[in-house]
């Protein structure tokens, strides 16, 4: 058991969740307020031995040597990869310090986004249409930039609508090709073929630059799930200049900029589309889980 368990903010758990915390600790302290920079963090920490945080806050070098009785972290967010993450993994390994996040558990509630925006898009239904009649999503040729499970998720739920999805990875799906019948292309290449692109990446994955956008044109719909954005902000920024452009976001976050919000090309509700009651159901088990299995390994 911990000694002193800190959220250095809210954590998106269920109530009973943060009940079930003080399971794991002799002392749990929450804050639900976003810590403004690393003083703050570095107050909220004190001396406790255990740290939670989500993905709005960051845990860096200064932070972990100013607080030397931290044990464990516990990321109430996605983990995909260090270079990724919202917490220096490599100076928190060197000093001994276990690091552990979640996967998967709000990808649900992102295909539903991206189906829902485009269709009110495609069809007017909002207000603002894309072309001068409405539009279905058959055969309309689709692009994702990152085929991980969100993305995954997002290509069967258009391919499932008629639309002719392609798709960018670091690494080709053979499997998922096979049975699905998406279609592996270039970067170049993509862009060139697709009306419609989702970029579904890890955090601080940028893809889209000024390049990037003049090879994919103009007309066309520009979709990120992403938590932070995929693109430069000042090339997307020239992109929307046209107005026959659009960009979608699920939050502020995802467009990279607040002024982005007042474009009238861009629609963005501001509201995570991976957060629902499931999803925090899903987060808490597996916060929970990870603590109790780091508790329970031999020392």
């Known amino acids: 058991m911990f000694k002193k368990m800190v959220a250095i903010e809210r954590l ?19 804050y639900y307020s976003i810590p403004e920079d690393n003083p703050a963090i570095i107050k909220r920490i004190g001396d406790a031995d255990a740290v939670l945080l989500s993905y709005t806050s960051q ?40 690091v552990k996040g979640v996967r998967d558990y709000g990808d649900e509630g ?32 689709v692009g994702i930039m990152g085929l991980g499970t969100s993305g995954t998720m997002v290509a069967k739920a258009l391919k499932f609508f008629g639309a002719n999805v392609h798709y960018y990875s670091r690494t080709r799906k053979p499997d998922v090709e096979e049975q699905e019948g998406f279609i592996w292309m270039n970067k170049e290449g993509l862009l060139e073929k697709v009306d419609i692109l989702c970029t579904c990446l890890n955090k601080n994955v940028i893809l889209m630059n000024e390049r990037e956008f003049e090879i994919f044109g103009a007309g066309k719909i520009f979709v990120n799930t992403s938590i932070g954005p995929s693109h430069n902000i000042n090339a997307l920024k020239r992109w929307l200049s046209n107005e026959k452009n659009y960009a979608l976001s699920d939050t502020a976050g995802g467009l990279g900029a607040e002024e982005l919000l007042r474009y009238p090309n861009v629609f963005c509700p501001n509201k995570t589309a991976g957060t629902s009651t499931l999803s925090k159901v899903r987060l808490s088990e597996k916060v929970l889980e990870n603590l109790r299995v780091y508790l329970e390994a031999p020392l």
């Not at 040597?65 to 983990?79: Q, T, V």
């Not at 539903?112 to 055969?139: A, C, D, Q």
Request: with cysteine; glycine share 6%.
């Open 12 to 30: 998106n758990l269920t109530p009973e969740a943060e009940n079930r915390l003080s399971q794991y600790a002799e002392k749990v302290q929450f």
């Open 110 to 141: 992102v295909p539903e986004y991206v189906i829902s925006e485009l269709v009110r898009l495609l069809h007017g239904f909002g207000g603002t249409m894309w072309k001068s009649f409405p539009m279905e999503l058959t055969n309309i040729n």
């Open 59 to 98: 845990i860096d070098s200064e932070v972990l040597n100013a607080c030397p009785n931290i044990k464990y972290i516990g990321m109430c967010c996605s983990l995909y990869a260090p270079e990724n993450a919202n917490v220096d993994i490599a100076a928190a390994e060197e000093k001994g310090i276990v």
